[in-house]
DNA sequence: AGGAAAACCGTACCGCGAGTACAGTTTCGG
DNA sequence: CCGAAACTGTACTCGCGGTACGGTTTTCCT
């Protein structure tokens, strides 16, 4: 990595943290790179606007929770050949990824562009809808593989039980925060995961 | 109503819009007055400084959707003795009327305060916190009622249940707006209904 | 009707942050 | 050691949040 890569990320760093506390409109340059140690015609040589920045935050984060999610779905099918097992394997690493983070997860890029739409161009809200319709399409994968094994106990939309990852794992980043309470992102996650046990596993009465 | 109350309510209403489009640090004051026919003298008549505006949006949303639930609660018992038919039915129409917005849910004022935390003071972060935790506390009496009749079917604790509503429509609502597809929120909202349906459905095998 | 308070308007100003322009300087790699 | 990459420094424009304050209109109450 050449010197000038490592500058870019110092500041795609500093930047995120600081967007995901403050918003981008109220993120300024001159805070970044007083934090990055750089003037702000270096920050320029790197990226030629606010948007290009954003556009690369972005970038970065999505790959990261690509390769996150890469991670945590293959340790689940290395760990056992039953659809349902691995992906409920798969569930209870995330949760115990997301308690572990030392301070809370520190919140989702996209939701934060999402609240804040009009602030960036096309090419920026059309990266988030991209990456959104990828992961979306990731767990739908993951469901149809599930579903041909276990017939569900109540009819369902996959499309929507896939939807319904993302939408809880964002709402409990929200909640989390809001509350500043990081167990509560765990907990959602977990409790997800029941769902998903009680909907495909075969119907019968419990233990008594 | 009075004359200047009305100015308010219009002021706010135009600053809710913006805010949730742009984010609040990315609002500024002249678009919001621009709108509102008014003047910068007009504004700081009204509200001291921005972070007053805030405080006077995130209390209007609130009382409003209090009052929200307060109808759809109350139609659902109305509607049927039973605590978990009630809660059915009041899902449903909150469904449905997640589902009429014309242009989709504009968004959630506390996600969007939550990614801008550092921009408010403490007295707005904790109307945030105080709303989540009403909502919770209202959803958890219900999810009581309805696991006083009907034993849930898998160990659940109620108050992650609780929790779940308000991530779900968080969630969802981010998911719609980055998508451009109003109709995930009243999706996602539906498959919370069967979820809570399945969990607490008497246990007995499907008809065949 | 009249008068006081409420609800504004106009103007002028300060400081900060985004962004531009551009010339000069250091640092690194081949 | 040379050229390109990676910066620094300075100086400027413009829009926005916010202040100050005097003047004007509108409303409401008696």
Redesign the interface.
């Given at each position: 990595m050449g010197k000038g890569e490592a500058t870019r990320e110092r500041i795609l760093e500093i930047a995120e943290a600081a967007v995901?506390?403050?918003?981008?409109?109220?993120?300024s340059i001159d805070e970044v790179i007083a934090e990055a140690s750089l003037t702000k015609s270096g920050f320029f040589y790197h990226f030629r606007d606010k948007n290009a920045l954003a556009r690369e935050m972005l970038r970065r984060y999505v790959e990261t929770n690509d390769r996150l999610f890469d991670d945590i779905f293959d340790r689940g099918r290395q760990l056992s050949d039953d659809p349902l097992q691995a992906f409920l394997i798969s569930l209870k690493l995330l949760a115990e990824i997301m308690a572990d983070l030392p301070s809370g997860h520190p919140?989702c890029l996209?939701?934060?562009i999402?609240?804040?739409?009009?602030?960036f161009d096309r090419e920026v809200r059309e990266m988030?809808?991209r990456s959104?319709?990828d992961w979306n399409a990731r767990f739908l994968g993951v469901f149809e593989g599930i579903a041909a094994v276990y017939p569900p106990?109540?009819p369902?939309?996959l499309h929507?039980?896939a939807?319904?990852m993302?939408?809880?794992?964002?709402?409990?980043i929200?909640?989390s925060?809001?509350?500043?309470d990081p167990r509560?992102l765990e907990?959602?996650i977990?409790?997800f995961r029941?769902?998903v046990?009680?909907?495909f596993s075969p119907?019968q009465?419990?233990a008594a």
């Open positions: 995901l506390a403050k918003g981008f409109g109220a993120t919140g996209i939701a934060s999402c609240y804040q739409e009009r602030l988030t809808a959104v319709q106990r109540e369902v939309d929507d039980l939807d319904a993302s939408c809880i794992v964002d709402g409990a929200i909640m925060k809001t509350l500043n509560r907990r959602q977990l409790l029941s769902f046990k009680l909907m119907n009465s419990p």
